[in-house]
């Protein structure tokens, strides 16, 4: 029965490009964001979804892009400036930019 998984598992992976509310892996990735920010519209978040069930991949490459997003943050959180930035520098900064 194990050695007929693999086969029922392609099979359906095949036929899902097929049906009319699936998208690729490539679409897939075009949502992560909006999906990520819960912007996404109900039916596209279902479609991602239902994508996301049955893609293995899928599933791993979101959760290796959360991981990212989340530690970029923590990151920039912790290399914010402690102090606010000096008034006359922000003025030097923009003078030097259009000169």
Request: charged share 30%; proline share 6%.
């Amino acid at each position: 029965m194990s050695a007929q998984r693999p086969r029922l598992l392609r099979r359906i992976q095949g036929l899902m490009f097929k049906l009319p509310l699936m998208i690729s892996c490539e679409d897939f990735e075009d949502f992560i964001l909006d999906y990520l920010d819960g912007t996404l519209p109900s039916r596209q978040k279902f479609i991602f979804e239902m994508h996301m069930k049955l893609c293995r991949e899928c599933r791993e490459y979101l959760e290796a892009y959360r991981t990212s997003l989340e530690l970029a943050k923590s990151t920039a959180q912790e290399e914010a400036p402690k102090q606010p930035v000096p008034e006359d520098l922000i003025a030097a900064v923009l003078a030097a930019r259009k000169g």
